[in-house]
């Protein structure tokens, strides 16, 4: 069974950092690719940073390019999402997926299955 769990989120000032955490289980981070999205009230679920399957390349949407930035550790299982110079337009619930490594590039969002719970990011002064 394929799961994630992401975590991290939590209340910062404009400018600060924030780290998320996507603990997978049930499939090889070598193999699948994962996302991070975000959803703000009242706003389309949007995708934030992705890389894909099988040592495919990383992707950024545009809004977060120079701030955030997507890793994980194998060995742990995890993937992590580095948010820094936050801004309150970052405010949103932040979740993990997963990506069925039939897909190359990890920019089609519509191909997600799996999901973490979400996790609450507010970017407040």
């Known amino acids: 069974q394929l799961q994630l769990v992401d975590s991290g989120g939590g209340l910062v000032q404009p400018g600060g950092s924030l780290r998320l955490s996507c603990a997978v289980s049930?499939?090889?981070?070598?193999?699948?690719?994962i996302g991070w999205f975000r959803q703000a009230p009242g706003k389309e679920r949007e995708g934030v940073s992705c890389f894909g399957g099988r040592g495919g390349g990383t992707i950024y949407a545009d809004s977060v390019k120079g701030r955030f930035t997507i890793s994980k550790d194998t060995a742990q299982a995890t993937v992590y999402l580095q948010m820094n110079d936050l801004k309150p337009e970052d405010t949103a619930i932040y979740y993990c997926?997963?990506?069925?490594?039939?897909?190359?590039?990890?920019?089609?969002?519509?191909?997600?299955?799996?999901w973490g719970r979400g996790t609450q990011v507010t970017v407040s002064s």
């Open positions: 049930g499939f090889d981070l070598n193999v699948y690719g």
């Open positions: 997926a997963s990506l069925d490594p039939l897909y190359g590039k990890c920019d089609q969002w519509r191909e997600y299955d799996y």
